[in-house]
């Protein structure tokens, strides 16, 4: 077909390409996804058990608005509540950054011109890139439907969540088709991408959370509860879902035809003729790290806000025989908390635990700048390598600060005047503070990891990080069991050690100075080994 | 002091691969000296090296009269250094990235900073992302010039300069050099090195081959003469030094080494000499047989 020349080379660039990262992210979905069905059918053995969880749960609309509502007391209900959303939210985001690595990327890096100086046609690429987007959908979805048969879950309602599944992946990969037309650079293709998928999440937990189910059809996230997998199931939304993702298609490919390879919708302003404010590498630092900063900020604000209001809605447990307990009770700090308490606990220790990946980005920045050749410009200037380093640890290790700080602040503000509970707020403010130094042992690991294996810091980094949220608070009860907070494994990881003053703990000094001096410590050995090492390894 | 640059027995391997194998290098205060080798010589490695951003294995080093690793700091604000593959901040413009460059050398000129941003016809108010990789080059190259320090580290400079631009920054180059700046010029552009150097040392496999003014360089090769004479004379073949002979009735054409011109010269003139042209070595011949691979290539050219 005309405009299509090449579309199977450029796939088999991408297949081949892709090799590794789209397998791993399909592994790691799919395991998410089983690994719960096996732990919740230890958990929830009868269909008793399950009604009394779900009655429980449904109750609360501050838990409902997070993952949904439950649809049944189906088994497979019950493991898309816990983790529906997380996969969704996953293939989408693992979608968005595999179009744009074949379009846009390679449009801003100049090896598009490359490729179609070749018999290469004008949708070639984009089409190349869809086709390994939605495949990767498809077969995650496939493999997901396969998994929950395997465990003996109810058929239909395991293939309406592969459908729900793969349906969030094509429709993020046609709304990334278009998303890359607009701009000329990755950056802010991402920075889009990210927004929708964001958006997406909150419109429909605003929708569960305020009790105005219609919001969810204005949000693809919506659209996978609206297919009510487990439930009773509504195959039109499956409809809904492959129309919307023809129809944003058609579009982005008419944006192709109409513009220039390499330039994008929206052009790019003159900006500023010269400086005065850019005359140390801190102000350089702030410059490139300013903007993620402040999108962190802000994502914290938001949710903080959110959840200090949703806890308003938690009903009292019953402490006794009670299922809602035995799934927020690891949460407390103290056996006597509210349960709103410890609702408001579990949001504080996602928040420190979801920091480390703002602290890992701006870690790592170090080592973007040494491989796209920036800091060799900056150290052939009178910037030791002390300063530099320091230029960009100031931000992260102050900036974790201020993200936590900005979610624990309205959260403990918007709680305070809800709850009028003065005392609130120092609670879950502090409490959420006290997890900085946790997240510093990370940023210290970081440096460290940079100054000793350059090249393997950024893949090493990520294996810590996922190592911390796995074994932390996400997998810990799947892979460990109910008593995995007991566990070496899981003291191994820093956030182990932070107190629950949130919920009653006790505030205890010592281990926030061993975090903190650790951290002290990993920064050291990092600047050390820096310091010896060669520049561009 | 006597010397900007002095590097002597350097060496240094990544892994398994010996990127520097006893190098040498001197450049003296106040000159301007081309680095010259084939890809993959060592030109960089070196340069990095001698900003401390490589520690070397072994060898001795010295930069302004410190030591490029320990001193580093120290160093840089004496010098500025523009990379061969220069890599910008995406979204500060080219003004921006010049004055922090100049900011953080210790101060910039701003009418010399207004001067060479017309002599380039750079548009700084571009995100560096929207510029060519002449434009980048000329962000960097800018930010050297306009800043008030002895020592230029130039690699490959000019790579993506068009001929105008080139014609421009050789007259900034003069013009350096004419202040007192040493400057120490990586490049693939022998016209340029010609015109500019005094100078001139040539790597090849990370070692130094040949060092010198081109004078001195020239005198270690041959010279190609082409004569008309009333007849040749015998003598011509047998002379030690005397290469290519090729004898057609009355013209003779040769190469012949240095020391040897002056004989065959007399012999030539002995002989009736009708008409001469004597051709030095261009540089450009010069370097292609440093740069061949093998001994048998290089002999060819050489015979």
Same mark, same amino acid.
């Given at each position: 077909?005309k405009?299509?020349?090449?579309?199977?080379?450029?796939?088999?660039?991408?297949?081949?390409?892709?090799?590794?990262?789209?397998?791993?992210?399909?592994?790691?979905?799919?395991?998410?996804?089983?690994?719960?069905?096996?732990?919740?059918?230890?958990?929830?053995?009868?269909?008793?058990?399950?009604?009394?969880?779900v009655?429980?749960?449904?109750?609360?609309?501050?838990?409902?608005?997070?993952?949904?509502?439950?649809?049944?007391?189906?088994?497979?209900?019950?493991?898309?509540?816990?983790?529906?959303?997380?996969?969704?939210?996953?293939?989408?985001?693992?979608?968005?950054?595999?179009?744009?690595?074949?379009?846009?990327?390679?449009?801003?890096?100049?090896r598009?011109?490359?490729?179609?100086?070749?018999?290469?046609?004008?949708?070639?690429?984009?089409?190349?890139?869809?086709?390994?987007?939605c495949?990767?959908?498809?077969?995650?979805?496939?493999?997901c439907?396969?998994?929950?048969?395997?465990?003996?879950?109810?058929?239909?309602?395991?293939?309406?969540?592969?459908?729900?599944?793969?349906g969030?992946?094509?429709?993020?990969?046609?709304?990334?088709?278009?998303?890359?037309?607009?701009?000329?650079?990755?950056?802010?293709?991402?920075?889009?991408?990210?927004?929708?998928?964001?958006?997406?999440?909150?419109?429909?937990?605003?929708?569960?959370?305020?009790?105005?189910?219609?919001?969810?059809?204005?949000?693809?996230?919506?659209?996978?509860?609206?297919?009510?997998?487990?439930?009773?199931?509504?195959w039109?939304?499956?409809?809904?879902?492959?129309?919307a993702?023809?129809?944003?298609?058609a579009?982005?490919?008419?944006?192709?035809?109409?513009?220039?390879?390499?330039?994008?919708?929206?052009?790019?302003?003159?900006?500023?003729?010269?400086?005065?404010?850019?005359?140390?590498?801190?102000?350089?630092?702030?410059?490139?790290?300013?903007?993620?900063?402040?999108?962190?900020?802000?994502?914290?604000?938001?949710?903080?806000?959110?959840?200090?209001?949703?806890?308003?809605?938690?009903?009292?447990?019953?402490?006794?025989?009670s299922?809602?307990?035995?799934?927020?009770?690891h949460?407390?700090?103290?056996?006597?908390?509210?349960?709103?308490?410890?609702?408001?606990?579990?949001?504080?220790?996602?928040?420190?635990?979801?920091?480390?990946?703002?602290?890992?980005?701006?870690?790592?920045?170090?080592?973007?700048?040494e491989?796209?050749?920036?800091?060799?410009?900056?150290?052939?200037?009178?910037?030791?390598?002390?300063?530099?380093?320091?230029?960009?640890?100031?931000?992260?290790?102050?900036?974790?600060?201020?993200?936590?700080?900005?979610?624990?602040?309205?959260?403990?503000?918007?709680?305070?005047?809800?709850?009028?509970?003065?005392?609130?707020?120092?609670?879950?403010?502090?409490?959420?503070?006290?997890?900085?130094?946790?997240?510093?042992?990370?940023?210290?690991?970081?440096?460290?990891?940079?100054?000793?294996?350059?090249?393997?810091?950024?893949?090493?980094?990520?294996?810590?990080?996922?190592?911390?949220?796995?074994?932390?608070?996400?997998l810990?009860?799947?892979?460990?069991?109910?008593?995995?907070?007991?566990?070496?494994?899981?003291?191994?990881?820093?956030?182990?050690?932070?107190?629950?003053?949130t919920?009653?703990?006790?505030?205890?000094?010592?281990?926030?100075?061993?975090?903190?001096?650790?951290?002290?410590?990993?920064?050291i050995?990092?600047?050390?080994?820096?310091?010896?090492?060669?520049?561009?390894? | 002091?006597?010397?900007?640059?002095?590097?002597?027995?350097?060496?240094?391997?990544?892994?398994?691969?010996?990127?520097?194998?006893?190098?040498?290098?001197?450049?003296?205060? $106040? &000159?301007?000296?081309?680095? +010259? @080798?084939?890809?993959?010589? =060592?030109?960089?490695?070196?340069? /990095?090296?001698? %900003?401390?951003?490589?520690?070397?294995?072994?060898?001795?080093?010295?930069?302004?009269?410190?030591?490029?690793?320990?001193?580093?700091?120290?160093?840089h604000?004496?010098?500025?250094?523009?990379?061969?593959?220069?890599?910008?901040?995406?979204?500060?413009?080219? $003004? &921006?990235?010049?004055?922090? +460059? @100049?900011?953080?050398?210790g =101060?910039?000129?701003?009418?010399? /900073?207004?001067? %060479?941003?017309?002599?380039?016809?750079?548009?700084?108010r571009k995100?560096?992302r929207?510029?060519?990789?002449?434009?980048r080059?000329?962000?960097?190259?800018?930010?050297?010039?306009?800043?008030?320090?002895?020592?230029?580290?130039?690699?490959?400079?000019?790579? $993506?300069?068009?001929?105008?631009?080139?014609?421009?920054f050789?007259?900034?180059?003069?013009?350096?050099?004419?202040?007192?700046?040493?400057?120490?010029?990586?490049?693939?552009?022998?016209?340029?090195?010609?015109?500019?150097?005094?100078r001139?040392?040539?790597?090849?496999?990370?070692?130094?081959?040949?060092?010198?003014?081109?004078?001195?360089?020239?005198?270690?090769?041959?010279?190609?003469?082409?004569?008309?004479?009333?007849?040749?004379?015998p003598?011509?073949?047998?002379?030690?030094?005397?290469?290519?002979?090729?004898?057609?009735?009355?013209?003779?054409?040769?190469?012949?080494?240095?020391?040897?011109?002056g004989?065959?010269l007399?012999?030539l003139?002995?002989?009736?000499?009708?008409?001469?042209?004597?051709?030095?070595?261009?540089?450009?011949?010069?370097?292609?047989?440093?740069?061949?691979?093998?001994?048998?290539?290089?002999?060819?050219?050489?015979?």
């Amino acid at each position: 077909m005309k405009g299509l020349e090449g579309t199977a080379t450029l796939t088999r660039l991408a297949l081949r390409r892709e090799r590794v990262t789209i397998p791993v992210w399909i592994v790691l979905l799919v395991a998410l996804v089983v690994g719960v069905a096996v732990n919740y059918k230890r958990i929830f053995p009868t269909e008793l058990i399950r009604e009394n969880f779900v009655a429980e749960m449904s109750k609360n609309l501050a838990l409902i608005a997070f993952s949904g509502h439950i649809v049944s007391a189906n088994l497979g209900a019950l493991v898309v509540f816990k983790i529906g959303d997380s996969v969704y939210t996953l293939l989408a985001l693992m979608v968005l950054l595999t179009v744009f690595r074949y379009t846009r990327t390679e449009e801003e890096s100049g090896r598009q011109d490359l490729l179609s100086a070749g018999v290469v046609g004008r949708y070639a690429p984009l089409t190349a890139s869809l086709i390994v987007a939605c495949g990767a959908s498809l077969l995650t979805g496939l493999l997901c439907v396969l998994g929950l048969l395997g465990l003996g879950i109810d058929p239909v309602g395991s293939l309406a969540f592969g459908v729900a599944l793969a349906g969030s992946g094509l429709v993020f990969a046609a709304l990334a088709a278009l998303v890359a037309q607009l701009s000329e650079n990755t950056r802010t293709a991402i920075t889009i991408g990210a927004i929708a998928l964001v958006a997406s999440y909150l419109i429909r937990f605003a929708a569960d959370a305020i009790g105005q189910p219609w919001l969810e059809w204005l949000s693809p996230n919506g659209w996978c509860h609206l297919l009510a997998p487990f439930g009773n199931e509504q195959w039109g939304v499956a409809g809904l879902m492959l129309v919307a993702t023809i129809v944003v298609e058609a579009f982005a490919y008419l944006l192709v035809a109409r513009r220039d390879l390499g330039s994008g919708l929206l052009a790019p302003r003159p900006g500023p003729a010269g400086s005065t404010s850019l005359r140390s590498p801190f102000a350089l630092a702030w410059r490139l790290q300013r903007g993620p900063l402040l999108g962190w900020v802000i994502a914290y604000s938001v949710i903080g806000a959110v959840c200090g209001a949703a806890a308003g809605s938690m009903q009292e447990f019953i402490r006794s025989s009670s299922f809602g307990m035995t799934f927020l009770i690891h949460y407390s700090g103290s056996p006597n908390a509210s349960s709103a308490d410890i609702f408001l606990e579990m949001i504080v220790i996602t928040l420190g635990m979801v920091s480390v990946f703002y602290s890992a980005f701006a870690t790592l920045q170090l080592r973007s700048e040494e491989v796209a050749g920036h800091a060799e410009l900056l150290l052939s200037t009178p910037v030791g390598r002390i300063r530099w380093i320091a230029s960009h640890l100031l931000f992260t290790l102050g900036g974790t600060v201020v993200v936590l700080a900005a979610g624990g602040f309205f959260m403990g503000l918007v709680r305070w005047l809800s709850s009028g509970d003065v005392a609130a707020f120092p609670r879950v403010f502090t409490g959420t503070l006290l997890h900085a130094p946790a997240a510093w042992v990370l940023i210290g690991a970081t440096l460290l990891l940079f100054g000793i294996v350059p090249r393997l810091a950024v893949a090493m980094t990520w294996v810590v990080v996922v190592y911390v949220q796995l074994i932390g608070e996400v997998l810990g009860p799947i892979v460990l069991g109910p008593t995995y907070r007991y566990s070496v494994i899981n003291a191994l990881q820093p956030f182990h050690w932070v107190p629950r003053i949130t919920s009653g703990g006790a505030f205890t000094a010592t281990p926030l100075l061993m975090l903190t001096g650790l951290s002290i410590l990993l920064i050291i050995a990092g600047l050390l080994t820096f310091q010896r090492r060669n520049i561009g390894s | 002091m006597a010397t900007a640059i002095e590097v002597t027995g350097l060496i240094k391997s990544f892994g398994r691969t010996r990127a520097l194998d006893g190098l040498n290098l001197s450049v003296r205060t $106040g &000159e301007v000296h081309g680095f +010259l @080798g084939p890809n993959g010589a =060592g030109k960089t490695t070196t340069i /990095r090296i001698l %900003l401390g951003l490589l520690r070397s294995d072994a060898g001795d080093v010295r930069l302004l009269g410190g030591d490029p690793w320990h001193d580093a700091t120290a160093l840089h604000r004496r010098l500025a250094y523009v990379p061969g593959d220069v890599s910008l901040w995406p979204n500060l413009t080219g $003004g &921006e990235i010049i004055d922090l +460059l @100049g900011k953080l050398r210790g =101060g910039i000129d701003p009418r010399r /900073r207004a001067a %060479l941003l017309e002599r380039f016809e750079l548009d700084p108010r571009k995100q560096s992302r929207a510029y060519s990789k002449g434009n980048r080059q000329k962000v960097v190259l800018i930010a050297a010039l306009a800043s008030d320090v002895e020592l230029l580290i130039l690699d490959e400079p000019t790579s $993506g300069l068009d001929p105008l631009m080139e014609a421009t920054f050789r007259e900034c180059i003069a013009e350096e050099k004419a202040r007192g700046r040493t400057v120490l010029l990586s490049s693939h552009i022998l016209a340029e090195v010609e015109v500019l150097c005094d100078r001139v040392s040539i790597v090849r496999n990370g070692r130094t081959v040949e060092s010198g003014t081109l004078a001195e360089l020239r005198h270690l090769t041959h010279t190609e003469v082409s004569a008309e004479v009333t007849a040749v004379p015998p003598a011509l073949a047998t002379l030690e030094g005397i290469h290519h002979l090729d004898i057609q009735g009355n013209r003779v054409r040769f190469s012949v080494d240095a020391n040897a011109l002056g004989h065959a010269l007399s012999l030539l003139t002995n002989a009736g000499l009708h008409s001469l042209t004597c051709q030095p070595p261009t540089l450009e011949e010069l370097f292609l047989r440093h740069y061949e691979t093998g001994e048998q290539s290089r002999q060819e050219v050489v015979r």
